[in-house]
């Protein structure tokens, strides 16, 4: 297998930002009037993006006004000491990594602001040539970016943790790897039939 570029998932792949995440959404759906719920039925209702969530519990409105209410709620909860957290393995494989792959980059639909903030945090911005978040359509975005670099689907893989990670890569055509380490367990994701099915971020190394 001739892997040339690593595409990351943010939310749930690298950064374990489930309890803000749960905590924003809450809050919102709270501010809306609706029903909240436990964290363990909020990963099974989780969606593709907040929007998408906020949709299906009754809540529309423009997105852009919607986003900026999800976004000001992660920031409150970070200035209570709630913040999100590097996935354990994280750095030392990304060290292991970066030597054999052309191209690591990140394509979330993760408000960019908190993801920039988050990498910084962590150090590790300088591992990733390309980070787009706020990204509404995944695999559009990963299909752009092999096509643009003249890059073959088959050199690409797309890394994340939930079925919907899985869907745009198989939708892009490029090889999906999916983490039972996020939001979405190891059973809701082998029933996506990912191409490659982990327990940690480490074993990413296996395949390249």
């Known amino acids: ?14 950064s374990d930002d489930r309890k803000p995440v749960y905590e924003s959404n809450m809050r919102l759906l709270k501010s809306y009037g609706k029903e909240t719920f436990d964290c363990d039925e909020w990963l099974r209702r989780s969606k593709l993006t907040f929007s998408d969530f906020l949709n299906d519990n009754g809540i529309e409105g ?74 509404k359509n995944k695999a559009k975005a990963i299909k752009e970016y092999y096509e643009t670099k003249n890059i073959l689907s088959s050199e690409v893989v797309y890394i994340g943790d939930t079925i919907f990670d899985i869907k745009a890569a198989k939708e892009a055509n490029v090889i999906s790897v999916a983490l039972s380490t996020g939001y979405h367990s190891k059973e809701k994701l082998a029933e996506e039939k990912p191409d490659y099915l982990f327990n940690s971020f480490s074993e990413i190394l296996k395949i390249i």
């Open 62 to 135: 423009d997105h852009k006004i919607l986003y900026a209410g999800y976004e000001n709620s992660l920031h409150a909860l970070r200035e209570e000491g709630l913040k999100p957290i590097i996935h354990v393995d994280i750095i030392e494989t990304l060290e292991k990594l970066k030597d054999k792959v052309n191209t690591m980059m990140i394509i979330s639909s993760h408000p960019l602001g908190a993801l920039e903030r988050e990498m910084s945090e962590y150090g590790i911005e300088n591992y990733f040539k390309t980070v787009l978040g706020s990204t």
């Open 1 to 14: 297998m001739n892997i040339k570029t690593l595409i990351f998932d943010w939310s749930g792949t690298i």
